[in-house]
Every structure is written in C-alpha cells, then in structure tokens.
C-alpha cells in the first residue's frame, strides 16, 4: 500500500519498529530504575500462571518508562504543568528524518552529540528527527547506562531543532542531557522552550535503536504510545520508508 504524501510517497508494506522491547530477559536500563517485572497474579490458591496449573495467564507488571525501554515524554517531565502525554499528541503520524551521528568529546571529557554536525545535515520540512549515534552497537538494546555519563545532546542543538520547527525528537540515548547536570536538563528546556513558551504539542522520544539496515533519509514515523495518563509511557516508533 503506498501513501501520498505531498510530493513524497511511502511504502506502508514496509514497516520496520525502532523501539527496544520491554523484556524480562537482558533489558536496557537507566537512571538505576528498577527493572521491568511481570509476576502473576495470586489471590488465596489461585496463581495466574500457566507454568503453574492456572488456565490463564493473568499478570502484573512493573514498569519505569524512563528507565526500562523505549518511551515517549511530554512537557510534564521537567515541569507540574497539568498535562499529560495523550492529552498532547493528538497526531501520531510526521514526516521524519533518521540522521547517524558520531558524537565529540569536549573539553570535560563528556561525550556530546554537537550542532555543527546535526544541523548541516537536516533536510527541510520535517517535522520529527530520528537520532542513531555511531558507533551503532547492537549492545544499546540491553545495556546498564546507569552510572556511565552517557552521551547527550548539545543543547544549541534542541534549540536549532526548536527554531526550525521540529516537534518530535527520537534518540537512541536515555536521555538528551547529561546523566548529572544538577538539574538543568538544558536541551530538554531548549527544545520545548521551557519556562518562558511551552511548547505542549512537542514530544522526545528517548531509548530507540535504529538497526544499521535502516539506511539515513526521509520516513513517515508512526508514533505509537501506550494509554499511560503521565508524563511519559512505553512507545513503538514505526517507520515506513520513502519511495525513491
């Protein structure tokens, strides 16, 4: 089934997901969350688990959006305005594009995803941006960030995505600033032009994994959320590629 969307078409025959499952296996994990649990239900004899003679199964989850998986998060993160994430994203479909990025290493040693090598590169009208970081190890899908300083995001960088109408970023890091920032969380404020103009239609979306056969250029993003009522909730990216 092909898509036209103004002058570009999709393939909607071709989609491929960008998230990092939530998985009682090997999981990624960040900012020490616990991990993500799945444990049945037991009430008096009754124990919801096939494995254990019940005919369903019947579960209870515990889950950190932003720690446990791929997630999506509103304006609500770094603020008590009274909003949540559905209440924001009231479309789910953007033209987006997936840059590959190597980050730099500045002067204090941290490793950071700069402007002058995103910006170049931005075709126009987009509306979401999708950020692979290079190199691209498979290892992102299961790896214990916490404690690590990860890369970040130069937040000049939020502000150029800010300015030039960006309203969705996708990152394959937990996060756009700095693991220990003493609170600033300066891409985050610089993106959603926060506190001076909230931007509440705008969303990031962080802990995704671009596999390297996903080459860089123009999809159609579907932003799949999960019904959480918060500040942020699991998500599944889904891509669909441009026909040529």
Wanted: a negative charge; proline letters at 8%; hydrophobic letters at 40%.
């Amino acid at each position: 089934m092909i898509l036209q969307h103004g002058a570009r078409q999709f393939d909607l025959s071709n989609s491929r997901s960008i998230a990092i499952p939530y998985s009682t296996g090997e999981q990624v994990n960040c900012y020490y969350a616990p991990p993500f649990q799945v444990t049945p239900v037991v009430m008096g004899t009754f124990i919801g688990d096939i494995n254990q003679g019940s005919p369903v199964n019947y579960m209870n989850v515990q889950v950190n959006p932003h720690g446990n998986g791929t997630h999506t998060e509103c304006i609500a993160h770094i603020s008590n305005m009274p909003v949540n994430i559905q209440g924001v994203l009231k479309n789910h479909h953007f033209i987006a594009q997936i840059i590959s990025v190597t980050p730099d290493i500045i002067e204090n040693g941290d490793t950071v995803l700069l402007s002058k090598n995103i910006i170049p590169i931005l075709e126009k009208d987009i509306e979401a941006v999708i950020i692979r970081t290079l190199p691209n190890e498979s290892a992102k899908t299961t790896k214990a960030y916490s404690g690590t300083n990860p890369p970040y995001l130069e937040a000049t960088a939020a502000l150029s995505f800010r300015e030039s109408g960006i309203k969705h970023i996708l990152i394959d890091l937990p996060s756009l600033d700095r693991e220990e920032d003493g609170g600033a969380l300066a891409a985050h404020k610089a993106f959603w032009h926060y506190p001076e103009a909230p931007r509440l239609d705008c969303t990031i979306t962080e802990l995704i994994f671009v596999p390297d056969a996903i080459a860089d250029g123009i999809y159609l993003l579907n932003l799949q959320i999960a019904p959480f009522c918060m500040d942020a909730t699991p998500s599944n990216p889904v891509i669909y590629p441009m026909l040529k």
